[in-house]
């Protein structure tokens, strides 16, 4: 369970109706662009409530300040992206193992590379704002997920199947980072990708249950 972040970094509250809805959502998107387009330092609450449209009283209803739209921007990101590995995991329960990997790999990275420039700012924009417990929370939901899943395997067991699974996660967290860090994410859509489904698939082979 993530801690509750601090009041400054809160959002002030949830939009209930459809109008707020919408609301909401253009001053993500333009929180998003703005970000793009001037980078974290030069963010302000008024920029963005001219790109989304709103007055800034309007924008204030939801999120009292720039932290409380870094802090939001990630939460939302971070919870589509464990949403979407949860879900390929769920779906490969049964299957092999080499699938499995394919699946958690491909997912990890299609939603990390689908708006990477998104991606790479948000990363840029992490260090304005103390978003480590969010982190956490999306690291332990994708942890337990895939781990289930490997151990679902229709075709082995595996020894040590958390620490194991918890290592190929922080390669595949770690070596994906670097590559947005280092402007080269379009290497992960090909040779990168897959030899980080062989990296797993191969660790996962030395770590089969053998009978005795």
Same mark, same amino acid.
């Given at each position: 369970?993530?801690?509750?972040?601090?009041?400054?970094?809160?959002?002030?509250?949830?939009?209930?109706?459809?109008?707020?809805?919408?609301?909401?959502?253009?001053?993500?998107?333009?929180?998003?662009?703005?970000?793009?387009?001037?980078?974290?330092?030069?963010?302000?609450?008024?920029?963005?409530?001219?790109?989304?449209?709103?007055?800034?009283?309007?924008?204030?209803?939801?999120?009292?300040?720039?932290?409380?739209? %870094? $802090?939001?921007?990630?939460?939302? $990101?971070?919870? #589509?992206?464990?949403?979407?590995?949860?879900?390929?995991?769920?779906?490969?329960?049964?299957?092999? $193992?080499?699938?499995?990997?394919?699946?958690?790999?491909?997912? $990890?990275?299609?939603?990390?590379?689908?708006?990477?420039?998104?991606?790479?700012?948000?990363?840029?924009?992490?260090?304005?704002?103390?978003?480590?417990?969010?982190?956490?929370?999306?690291?332990?939901?994708?942890?337990?997920?895939?781990?289930? #899943?490997?151990?679902?395997?229709?075709?082995?067991? %595996?020894?040590?199947?958390?620490?194991?699974?918890?290592?190929?996660?922080?390669?595949?967290?770690?070596?994906?980072?670097?590559?947005?860090?280092?402007? #080269?994410?379009?290497?992960?859509?090909?040779?990168?990708?897959?030899?980080?489904?062989? #990296?797993?698939?191969?660790?996962?082979?030395?770590?089969?249950?053998?009978?005795?």
């Amino acid at each position: 369970m993530i801690a509750t972040p601090s009041l400054t970094v809160q959002a002030r509250k949830e939009p209930r109706q459809a109008r707020s809805t919408t609301t909401v959502e253009a001053i993500y998107e333009a929180t998003i662009q703005v970000l793009l387009a001037d980078g974290p330092s030069r963010l302000t609450t008024t920029r963005v409530a001219k790109r989304a449209g709103v007055s800034v009283g309007t924008l204030y209803q939801y999120f009292p300040n720039k932290q409380a739209l %870094f $802090y939001a921007v990630n939460q939302r $990101y971070l919870d #589509m992206l464990a949403d979407r590995v949860e879900a390929a995991c769920r779906a490969q329960h049964g299957q092999n $193992y080499g699938d499995m990997a394919r699946a958690l790999v491909g997912t $990890y990275i299609t939603v990390k590379i689908e708006r990477r420039d998104v991606t790479r700012v948000l990363y840029l924009a992490a260090v304005e704002v103390n978003v480590a417990e969010l982190v956490e929370d999306m690291t332990q939901r994708i942890e337990a997920a895939s781990n289930v #899943m490997f151990a679902s395997a229709g075709d082995a067991e %595996f020894d040590n199947l958390a620490t194991l699974n918890l290592t190929l996660l922080n390669v595949l967290f770690g070596t994906v980072r670097s590559f947005f860090d280092r402007q #080269m994410s379009d290497l992960l859509e090909g040779a990168i990708g897959d030899q980080i489904v062989s #990296m797993f698939c191969s660790a996962l082979e030395a770590a089969r249950s053998r009978p005795r």
